[in-house]
């Protein structure tokens, strides 16, 4: 079946360095990929979103590329403020599919 | 305009007995989805309604849990018989038709003791 995997947090950043938070998935033909954010006390929102291969996703900063050839959808920010503190879930839906798949979710702490 | 709305926002309840969540989509949405976010789990998948079609219950975990969706809009997940790995929180969705946005509500968190 399809499945997500995620890197593990929490991930604590100095305000203004560099995120990454990687990104894998399994899954057939050609699923849609997703990153949602959830802040504290906050329900969850979609971040970005790339429906097809090399497509690049992209909001308030973040950015994400679809590779197919890796099956990876890493979360890149080049300089992350105190307020993007929160909990960041990579996500699928397959191709034919409804429902989304999500990762684990990685805590992010940046300090000030 | 109002988005996806779930009640109650917390409910305790103890071993063995049922409960009954809500949630209100947001208007013209014909998808309606069900979540659970548990520490053990991650977030799961439940079930998802579209329009009139029979729902998909493949996430449900067992028989104690049931859905429904009346007029084709609030929806009510019931858990009957409560056991305490139900605790978590549970997440309703909706997206204005298959395969766009999902947008999720505020959740309701289950503790059951």
């Known amino acids: 079946g399809n499945s997500v995997t995620q890197m593990e947090g929490p991930v604590t950043l100095s305000e203004e360095a560099f995120l990454t938070i990687n990104c894998t998935y399994t899954a057939t033909g050609y699923p849609s990929l997703f990153w949602y954010v959830q802040y504290p006390g906050e329900g969850l929102q979609l971040l970005l979103k790339a429906t097809k291969a090399d497509d690049k996703g992209s909001n308030k900063g973040f950015e994400a590329t679809y590779r197919k050839e890796t099956t990876s959808f890493h979360l890149e920010k080049g300089s992350v403020q105190v307020s993007d503190s929160a909990v960041y879930f990579c996500a699928l839906r397959g191709e034919y599919g409804n429902k989304l798949v999500f990762g684990a979710g990685t805590i992010l702490r940046v300090k000030s | 305009g109002a988005g996806v709305s779930q009640s109650p926002s917390n409910k305790v309840t103890e071993k063995g007995k049922d409960v009954e969540l809500r949630c209100d989509p947001i208007s013209g949405h014909t998808a309606l989805y069900w979540y659970r976010q548990s520490l053990g789990q991650g977030l799961e998948f439940l079930i998802y309604f579209q329009g009139n079609s029979a729902p998909d219950k493949s996430g449900l975990p067992s028989d104690r849990f049931s859905a429904e969706r009346t007029g084709g809009s609030v929806s009510t997940l019931t858990i009957q018989r409560t056991q305490q790995e139900d605790s978590a929180v549970y997440l309703c969705?909706?997206?204005?038709?298959?395969?766009?946005?999902?947008?999720f509500g505020p959740g309701t968190r289950l503790t059951v003791l």
């Open positions: 969705a909706s997206s204005i038709g298959r395969g766009n946005e999902q947008f």
